[in-house]
């Protein structure tokens, strides 16, 4: 007799689930998407929505990382059970050619097999002196996987010292689906050291830091209520 009250109970928790998700990933702000859309049609019509690539706000301890519109922050969630890990920024150029530059100085590594990906390890955190941090950058390819990784990067370098500022590649679409491509973005996170010296698995939201206070910008979920996000 139950069973239909049952039923709706467990019908109102999904609704509740599902309505949770979709403010986090909006952060309670539904002209998001369509901001974005706007600005993906037409990027040079709303310069004033971009960052710059080497550009500092503020006192923050990292320059940006490349030219572009922040369109996702670190916690916004696509699907449920799912967080970002970090930030997503949409240059305004054609695949291959908005730059992306170090934020900070360090030492790069590009694994073998990383086609659109490098991480640089910071050996000194500028706001926890003492603690070790890596710097993920990644769709740095195109669909089929043709990278725009700069060549002074092969695959397979470790350790390769960069200043900040320095030239690491270009912005690309990369998915490992050449089906599937993600639309042209860098995507940045900042990525915790497992304390013997090598970076954690980025794609664990536990295993990232929050960008805000390294770039001096609200970049996570639940405090970008501001859109664009541009220095103060």
Known sequence: ?????????????????????????????????????????QPKAHADWM????????????????????????????????????????????????????????????????????????????????????????????????SFIDPAFPPGSVEVPVAAGTVLGHQGDYSGDPDNPVGIHLHFSIVRDDGLGHFRNELEFGNTLDPSPYLGLPLEAGRAESWPIVCP
């Open 1 to 41: 007799m139950r069973r239909p009250t049952t039923l709706l109970s467990g019908l109102i928790i999904v609704l509740l689930v599902g309505a949770y998700f979709t403010w986090r990933t909006w952060g309670g702000a539904a002209s998001r998407p369509v901001r974005l859309r706007e600005y993906l049609r």
């Open 51 to 146: 960052l710059r690539a080497g550009q500092r706000c503020g006192s923050a301890p990292f320059l940006f990382p490349t030219d572009g519109y922040i369109g996702f922050v670190r916690g916004d969630s696509f699907r449920p059970l799912h967080r970002h890990q970090g930030i997503d920024v949409f240059g305004p150029l054609p695949l291959g050619e908005t730059p992306v530059l170090s934020a900070y100085a360090g030492y790069l590594t590009r694994l073998a097999e990383w086609k659109s990906t490098i991480i640089v390890r910071v050996p000194q955190d500028p706001l926890q002196p003492g603690r070790q941090i890596w710097l993920y950058y990644t769709h740095m390819a195109d669909a089929n996987g043709v």
